[in-house]
């Protein structure tokens, strides 16, 4: 299996352009997750599904964040419009349980909004 | 919601030393602690993770302790490598809610 993919790995953008950062997480995998690093502020959980359904949204910063999961192998993280304080590295990790354990991170998108 | 404090947030030792790293949370009702490692540029890895019906767990190097009345975890690596420098992450969670993470401590081994 080659894990969990992620695309693009780096995105550079202007501001109040649309970014979407895409996911396929591992086949059979039940749990889906979005997390945000930053230097200051670690690993925040954006938004989590669990059988493609959106289970808490509560870290999406604001309406400008939306995530979807159409299918079991594919979901999405869109910015509309993007900010600078949006840059930062996004992961996107699946686990193989209706539960939180045993996470695997894909290798993130690197996201810079000038 | 869940909450998690980690320190120290940057850890200096010498190669062969012990480092620690200790954990705090606010939510009694999480049961699974899990620490991962990022090395540079690279993705978070699960290193090792604990439950609340268990007090300790190890795995060569690297041990985790869990006090639940206290509401804090650690993470002790022992013999240190210049390997094991990496930034580390603790969380915390339970079922059917995400890992809410620490904000991670830089580890630097120095040979």
């Known amino acids: 299996d080659a894990g969990v993919i992620q695309s693009p790995r780096h995105e550079v953008t202007e501001m109040g352009q649309e970014v979407t950062l895409r996911c396929k997480p591992i086949s059979g995998h039940n749990s889906l997750f979005w997390y945000r690093q930053t230097m200051m502020r670690g690993l925040e959980l954006l938004i989590y599904?669990?059988?493609?359904?959106?289970?808490?949204d509560s870290g999406m910063p604001e309406d400008r964040f939306s995530a979807k999961m159409p299918n079991a192998s594919f979901s999405t993280l869109k910015i509309q419009p993007s900010e600078p304080r949006d840059s930062a590295v996004y992961f996107c990790?699946?686990?193989?349980?209706?539960?939180?354990?045993?996470?695997?991170f894909g290798s993130g998108t690197q996201l810079s909004v000038l | 919601g869940e909450n998690v404090e980690q320190h120290p947030s940057t850890l200096s030792v010498q190669e062969g030393d012990s480092a620690v790293i200790k954990c705090t949370y606010s939510d009694s009702a999480s049961n699974y602690f899990p620490w991962y490692k990022q090395e540079l540029g690279k993705r978070p890895q699960l290193i090792i993770d604990i439950r609340s019906n268990v007090g300790e767990k190890k795995d060569q190097r690297i041990a985790v302790t869990l006090n639940k009345t206290a509401k804090h975890f650690s993470l002790h690596i022992t013999e240190t490598q210049p390997e094991d420098s990496a930034v580390y992450f603790c969380a915390a969670g339970r079922a059917g809610t995400a890992l809410i993470f620490g904000k991670g401590t830089t580890l630097s081994v120095s040979s």
């Open positions: 990790a699946s686990s193989p349980q209706v539960t939180n354990e045993k996470l695997f």
């Open positions: 599904f669990n059988n493609n359904v959106p289970i808490d």
